[in-house]
């Protein structure tokens, strides 16, 4: 399907969004049909989330938004199909031949490993990303510049070096830092490598251990050993399992600083990242730009354009530590 079909069928849900409900009724088909009202003329957007947890959850919530707010209305306009592949990369997979078998105007493919299963199966309708750290590093596109294909996104690259910086703030004596990622993650593995450049900066050291499931978490987190401060980066598996990690720092009086404000919600202590619902929503302005004719192949990987600085005091008399007062007056969300 070429991009001027993906254009008339955006004009013309658009259109149906601006009539009457009386005329919506009219014109839908009957129940017997078998059909959602309006799925003869809806744009259909197949989204693809590699696993639940709060920020993917977000950035979907944020996307699906963006169309409610530009005058889509959803089961008339538009229809979402929305599946999750439970963090299996083979689901992810078979997701995405079901999109292409089933002809969707647009994909929303959200974190890496759905992206990177989309990109390799959906050639011919547009795929927008979300919750990608490193899109050039996945082989998600060309450049951030000119992705040069039909992919094109977000990007949540967090703001790494201002993250330890963080934990310096918090402990200036600290010397040790520990993380823990998906040994599967390209998007960990670049944050791991700024991280451990930054807190080199800093005459910090940054200890590292791996896992390949979420169970396997709590041990990983123990393994860590003697540090001052645990990081925790946009990694799908410690997302999803942010307490295991908690729990430990918790029990061993450490402090844990999160790369974006679910982990601070989840009980680490702080972070200053980016909201993924907003993200998820910028993504979304972006598809309908594709659906009204922008090319993806020419439009620009986006980042965030939001960051925010987020504490939990709670999390933090939890491992013992009092957080400055200055970083807490200038923090623009507090969790008491």
Known sequence: MSHSSFRRRALTALGLAATTALALTACSPAASDGETAGSGDAIVVGISQFV???????ATAGFKQAFIDAG?????????DEKNANAEVATA????QTFANDGVDLVLAVATPAAQAAAQNLVDVPVLFTAVTDPVAADLVAST????????GTSDMSPVADQIDLIAEILPDAKKIGIVYGSGEVN???????????????GMEVVEQ???????????????????AIYTPSDNLVASGIGSI??????????VVGSDSTH???GAAATVGIDYEKLGYQTGEMAIRILDGADPAEMAVETSKDLELTVNLDAASRFGIELPAALVERAANVIE
């Open 52 to 58: 639940q947890h709060p920020a993917l959850d977000a």
């Open 72 to 80: 889509y209305v959803e089961g008339e306009t538009i229809e979402f």
């Open 93 to 96: 997979t078979t997701i995405s």
């Open 145 to 152: 510049e000119a992705p040069g294909s039909n992919v094109t």
């Open 188 to 202: 960990s593995e670049v944050q791991v490598e700024m991280a451990r450049e930054a807190a080199e900066k800093l």
């Open 210 to 228: 791996t896992v390949t499931n979420a169970g396997e978490l709590k041990q990983a987190t123990e393994a860590l050993g003697d540090v001052d």
């Open 246 to 255: 908690v729990g430990v720092a918790e029990e061993r009086g450490i402090l």
């Open 264 to 266: 601070v919600e989840g």
